[in-house]
């Protein structure tokens, strides 16, 4: 069985400052770790994914993240908000044989002009 | 085309009536899938399609039916439903399971009077 604990309900930055969103999993066996973003009202759009490749991966809008086996986590990163990155963030883990897909609670992200 | 998109975006019904979601894909995928989402909430799986067929149903009240009449359609069928089950339905696609991200289409909010 696999879990996702994203360790910030909500995160509150002013614009053009570092943004980072902490997530950590736990996991039976290798798992793919992805990170979403839902903007009000819309559907959940993919930021970047982990597939066993580059521990440090690079997603869309400057965003990326870096896996840890070691500390199992999967944090992301951003190195300066803009107003449009206020919106609610999913850390999600998947296993292989697997269509499920585990969700953490979600980071909401507001981003002070 | 990276886009699944789904009809209507918003829908109002009676506990008495029948409706249905539409959900279309066309990126080839052969995985289908229904979640809800409540405010505030990561989604939640519904059902899972997999090459047309029925491979997953998380327990879903009857008063929900899926159908996929082919690989790049996806239907949900609403009847008699109750005012909790007001929420936003994402449909999502996918090439496959574990390491294949699923693409979400932009919901459909349905309020049950």
């Known amino acids: 069985a696999q879990s996702v604990t994203q360790l910030d309900s909500h995160v509150s930055v002013s614009e053009g400052t570092p943004v980072l969103l902490r997530c950590n999993y736990s996991?039976?066996?290798?798992?793919?770790l992805f990170w979403y973003v839902q903007h009000p009202n819309k559907g959940l759009q993919l930021l970047l994914k982990?597939?066993?490749?580059?521990?440090l991966v690079k997603g869309i809008n400057g965003f990326e993240a870096e896996f840890k086996k070691s500390e199992t986590s999967f944090h992301l990163t951003k190195p300066s908000a803009h107003m449009s990155d206020a919106a609610v963030y999913f850390c999600?883990?998947?296993?292989?044989?697997?269509?499920?897909?585990?969700f953490g609670a979600g980071t909401t992200v507001t981003v002070r002009a | 085309d990276t886009e699944v998109t789904q009809t209507p975006k918003h829908l109002v019904m009676g506990m008495t009536n029948k409706k249905s979601l539409k959900c279309e894909q066309h990126?080839?995928?052969?995985?289908m899938y229904w979640y809800k989402q409540k405010a505030k909430k990561p989604p939640e799986l519904m059902f899972v399609?997999?090459?047309?067929?029925?491979?997953i149903n998380e327990s879903v009240p009857s008063r929900f039916s899926p159908e996929c009449p082919n690989s790049s359609l996806l239907n949900l069928h609403l009847h008699a439903l109750q005012p909790e089950d007001s929420a936003l339905y994402l449909c999502?696609?996918?090439?496959?399971?574990?390491?294949?991200?699923?693409?979400f289409g932009p919901g459909t909010r349905l309020t049950v009077t």
């Open positions: 999600v883990v998947s296993l292989l044989n697997d269509y499920k897909l585990s």
């Open positions: 999502a696609s996918s090439h496959g399971q574990g390491s294949y991200e699923q693409y």
């Open positions: 990126m080839g995928h052969r995985a």
């Open positions: 399609y997999s090459y047309e067929k029925l491979s």
């Open positions: 982990y597939t066993s490749a580059a521990t």
């Open positions: 996991s039976s066996y290798s798992p793919s």
